[in-house]
């Protein structure tokens, strides 16, 4: 069975600090690895993509790594600020039967206190 | 620019009512999906479509009937809702392909079955 496990389930750090998130995933055949970021109400937005020959992949403060080979993927945010406050869901997708299934991981809660 | 619209956004039923989520989507995306959201279980697939005139079961089907008549269109329906289908609800679409397949999400559906 696909499995996206993701550490730590919250996280609290103080604006301005760096901080990491990890995915361990057990999905196959892997297609891509996107990380979204889901505000408290709102739809997750998708940061970035990873496929399988990619190590890392930034968009703005945030940075994405992949090792295909362990199966795992982390999200660094640098200099965190206060609109950094959400969850942080990662999203493996294999292709299975011609289409693209995304499994999903339960999410790690993140707050930036000022 | 409307994206994925979910209406409507709140609603509260009582046990054995039926009702119906709309979610529109104006990409012109093949596949849609519909998501449940529950406290420390993340997202969970309830079915999903992979172009107009079809469906399929999901990771938690039980319960819920979906119809894809329209392209843009992607309705959920609760036959008789029960108070475990008290959740908040997430429609999404993309386009597939291994570079793209980005899930677009609407806002959700915050659902109260008392």
């Known amino acids: 069975k696909n499995q996206v496990e993701q550490s730590p389930q919250s996280l609290i750090i103080l604006e301005g600090k760096n901080c990491t998130l990890q995915c361990n995933y057990t999905v196959s055949p892997f297609s891509n690895l996107r990380w979204y970021k889901q505000d408290t109400g709102r739809g997750p937005v998708s940061l970035t993509i990873m496929t399988f020959s990619e190590n890392t992949k930034s968009n703005g403060r945030y940075t994405a790594t992949l090792d295909a080979d362990t199966k795992q993927s982390s999200l660094h945010i640098t200099a965190s600020q206060l609109s950094d406050s959400a969850s942080y869901i990662c999203?493996?997708?294999?292709?299975?039967?011609?289409?693209?299934?995304?499994?999903f991981g339960r999410g790690t809660s993140l707050i930036v206190h000022p | 620019n409307a994206g994925v619209t979910q209406t409507p956004k709140f609603r509260v039923l009582k046990t054995g009512q039926s009702m119906t989520l709309l979610c529109a989507q104006d990409m012109n995306h093949e596949y849609m999906y519909w998501y449940r959201q529950d406290p420390g279980m993340g997202l969970r697939l309830i079915h999903y479509s992979v172009g107009e005139g079809t469906t399929a079961k999901g990771e938690v089907p039980d319960g819920y009937n979906v119809s894809r008549l329209k392209k843009q269109n992607f309705l959920l329906g609760l036959e008789s809702a029960a108070p475990s289908q008290t959740s908040v609800y997430f429609c999404?679409?993309?386009?597939?392909?291994?570079?793209?397949?980005?899930?677009?999400f609407g806002e959700g559906s915050r659902l109260t079955v008392l």
């Open positions: 999203v493996v997708s294999a292709l299975s039967g011609g289409s693209y299934i995304p499994t």
């Open positions: 999404a679409s993309s386009q597939q392909g291994v570079w793209t397949g980005e899930l677009f």
